[in-house]
């Protein structure tokens, strides 16, 4: 027996099987065969579906997830640059090629 390539599913075929597992006029071995899925992977989105169906109508307005800031993290970085740039300018004046050490 050999294995099928991997299969990447568009969103609306997803959304199509899901809908077509809520109609219910198919048993879900029926739904396997006509789509080529298994029939765990049916539930799954259709399950998927299910969760996600009362954002549709929910009042608030969805805010973007804004990513988490690792405050400590970019404070160190910027701690790492100040003394690499001071090290350099230091470093090029003394070998006097600053614009400031030609003066």
């Not at 765990?40 to 969760?51: A, G, T, Y």
């Not at 988490?68 to 090029?92: M, W, Y």
């Amino acid at each position: 027996m050999t294995r099928r390539p991997r299969r990447n599913h568009s969103p609306a075929f997803k959304a199509k099987v899901a809908l077509a597992t809520l109609k219910g006029d198919k048993t879900m071995s029926e739904l396997a065969t006509q789509f080529d899925l298994h029939p765990n992977q049916i539930k799954q989105w259709k399950d998927h579906l299910l969760d996600g169906v009362t954002g549709v109508f929910d009042d608030k307005p969805k805010a973007g997830k804004e990513p988490q800031i690792d405050v400590k993290t970019l404070h160190a970085k910027i701690g790492q640059l100040t003394l690499e740039n001071d090290f350099l300018e230091g470093a090029l004046a003394k070998a006097g090629l600053l614009p400031s050490a030609r003066k």
